[in-house]
């Protein structure tokens, strides 16, 4: 059993920055975020690659948000940049053990723990 925990998150101006943290008990092949705002669907934000370091992101992000992870501290990370408010929504972090996840697709079928999520507000 993974468990993790997210914090970070909070209110923020447009163009303004966050980063997000999630601690896992245990790393898995394929580790991520995802995000829902309200009315809409979970949608896949950024994964990485567990141990190689191999990053895929959803083209809304791309540029603006950086994923990484640091299996020393246990810890993974969503840095955030030039937040839009379309941005808001909750996070939530996510590991996969499949490799349904670390794709251009970013799959959420193959995510077998979920973080309890954190809120991200982006006002204009």
């Known amino acids: 059993q993974v468990q993790l925990v997210e914090s970070g998150g909070g209110s923020v101006q447009a163009g303004g920055s966050l980063r997000l943290s999630c601690a896992y008990t245990?790393?898995?092949?394929?580790m991520g975020w995802f995000r829902q705002a309200p009315g809409k669907g979970r949608e896949g934000v950024a994964a990485?690659?567990?141990?190689?370091?191999?990053?895929y992101y959803a083209d809304s992000v791309k540029g603006r948000f950086t994923i990484s992870q640091d299996n020393a501290k246990n810890t993974l990370y969503l840095e955030m940049n030039s937040l839009k408010p379309e941005d808001t929504a909750m996070y939530y972090c996510?590991?996969?053990?499949?490799?349904?996840?670390?794709?251009?697709?970013?799959?959420?079928?193959?995510?077998?723990?979920w973080g309890q999520g954190t809120q991200v507000t982006v006002s204009s």
């Open positions: 990485v690659r567990t141990g190689v370091g191999y990053t």
């Open positions: 245990d790393s898995t092949y394929c």
């Open positions: 996510a590991a996969d053990q499949s490799s349904l996840l670390c794709r251009k697709e970013l799959l959420k079928d193959g995510v077998k723990y």
